[in-house]
Nanobody, 129 residues
């Protein structure tokens, strides 16, 4: 399964962005609504960090402490998309953001990258004045 993350860009501190994750055209028949989807980021010089996830089992959501209260993950099943709404952004949020999904369906989610099988190519988010 190939995923595509989009929506990144340059935003001022305090601003908002919405990232989207969907399947490639070749995998358009893969329905994300039954799969857990995680969002991760890698800041310059740092390791990959789990940001958020939404479970394929019950749409339960989880967030890293660093983004709790500012980021919201949600599905748009009509578009076979999982979105990450980010608000009150700070320079510390600058990173390449990736989405990932699991092979297994109807399962719980975590923000550990070891629990994901398929990854998107990443989209750059830069927060700067």
């Amino acid at each position: 399964v190939q995923l595509q993350a989009s929506g990144g860009g340059l935003v001022q501190p305090g601003g908002s962005l919405k990232l989207s994750c969907t399947t490639s055209d070749a995998d358009a028949d893969v329905e994300l609504d039954a799969r857990s989807v995680g969002w991760f980021r890698r800041a310059p010089g740092k390791g990959r960090e789990g940001v958020s996830c939404i479970a394929g089992s019950d749409d339960a959501t989880h967030y890293a402490d660093s983004v709790k209260g500012r980021f919201t993950v949600f599905r748009d099943n009509a578009k076979n998309t999982v979105n990450l709404q980010m608000s009150n952004l700070s320079p510390e949020d600058t990173a390449v953001y990736y989405c990932a999904t699991q092979e297994i369906k109807y399962y719980s989610c975590t923000t550990s990258d070891r629990d994901y099988d398929y990854w998107g190519q990443g989209t750059q988010v830069t927060v700067s004045s």
